[in-house]
């Protein structure tokens, strides 16, 4: 199934138990569709315009009982089903609202241009702490609820990193919390041990030189990585390598991708103005078996790894940002671990 937008979409999110999905797109809008397993076209229920400005994050909270939305006006807006803003939060940051993730059922975290991570309860609409955590755009987030704690990515050179000279673009947690793996602009995707975050410890080659752009996490052993060239693939994390392609959204870079509340579809925006649905049965079908011989690396968990980097190739442009940072609003040391 797929959907012409009519404009560029950032972001999108499925509803927790019922089968609709939100997006938010380039002028502002934000958009809510129905879906149905039967193969019927996704019917649009809902449309908002929500920001003066590009709205970059959409988010299903308290149960998908509201939306909220995250723009390049600095502005958090909270939506309820029908359309009606219920609470807006105007200078909510002081840079570009780039991300927005759950926490729990009633907190959500938010990520800035500025390199900003703030908390916020959604029920009291109020910010609960802020860490200046980078000094560039968080480029996604992700959260373990067994250590509460964030994790933020950043699109910018690590020189922290001995071995790392690439920019993070995504992040998820696997292998029952002991793994972070991260995707960047040169194709490789790292894996860090829970806690050891300076370097690497292992990394998956296969996709290189191609930026990955986006991950999501399937299961424990395997994630769906979308690629600047539209391609969507199936990774084996530990062994590492690529099982197989199972998608193609358009030749345009995959921004975002995302599941339904059931598993039973695979949504995806490009920069082609559609967003997709794909059948979870149909594209892992033949999934158990790799199509092509793989390179490796680190197939035995090792700390040891290969120090022969690719060449990096030139970096995306960062996103514009105001020239003046976030300050610290935190009232208490709520996730004070991040």
């Given amino acids: ?3 012409n937008l009519g404009k560029l979409a950032f972001d999108l999110d499925f509803h927790p138990s019922q089968q609709l999905v939100t997006t938010g797109l380039t002028d502002g809008h934000l958009h809510l569709y129905r879906y149905s397993s039967g193969g019927s076209l996704p019917e649009r229920v809902l449309e908002v315009h929500a920001h003066s400005e590009s709205c970059r994050a959409a988010l299903f909270v308290n149960g998908g009982s509201a939306i909220l939305t995250g723009s390049l006006d600095h502005t958090i807006l909270q939506y309820v089903e029908t359309g009606s803003a219920i ?9 570009a609202i780039n991300r927005l993730i759950n926490l729990t059922a009633s907190t959500i975290a938010s990520g800035d241009d500025g390199g900003c991570i703030k908390l916020w309860d959604t029920r009291q609409r109020s910010c609960c702490n802020s860490f200046n955590a980078h000094q560039d755009y968080i480029s996604d987030m992700t959260f373990s609820a067994d250590s509460m704690k964030v994790l933020g990515t950043r699109n910018k050179v690590l020189d922290e990193s001995e071995f790392s000279e690439d920019e993070l673009l995504s992040v998820v947690i696997m292998k029952n919390g002991q793994k972070v793996i991260c995707s960047s602009q040169t194709g490789n995707i790292l894996l860090y041990s829970w806690g050891c975050f300076k370097d690497c410890s292992d990394r998956c080659i296969d996709l290189s030189p191609i930026s990955v752009d986006a991950l999501f996490k399937l299961d424990e052993d395997r994630l769906i990585a979308g690629s600047e060239t539209g391609l969507i693939s199936l990774v084996g994390i530990l062994p590492n390598r690529v099982i197989q ?13 995302a599941f339904s509340h059931d598993k039973k579809f695979l949504g995806s925006i490009a920069h082609d103005q559609m967003l997709k649905l794909w059948d979870m049965d149909d594209i892992l079908q033949g999934s158990g078996n790799t199509s092509r011989t793989q390179a490796t690396v680190g197939e035995n968990d090792s700390d040891e790894m290969d120090t022969d980097i690719n060449t990096p190739k030139s970096r995306k442009g960062t996103k514009r940002k105001n020239a003046s940072k976030d300050h610290v609003m935190g009232s208490h040391n709520f996730f004070a671990d991040l």
């Fill in 1 to 3: 199934m797929e959907i």
């Fill in 87 to 95: 609470a807006c939060l105007e200078n909510a940051h002081d840079d």
């Fill in 245 to 257: 392609p199972i998608a193609e959204h358009s030749e345009y870079p995959v921004e975002r991708l």
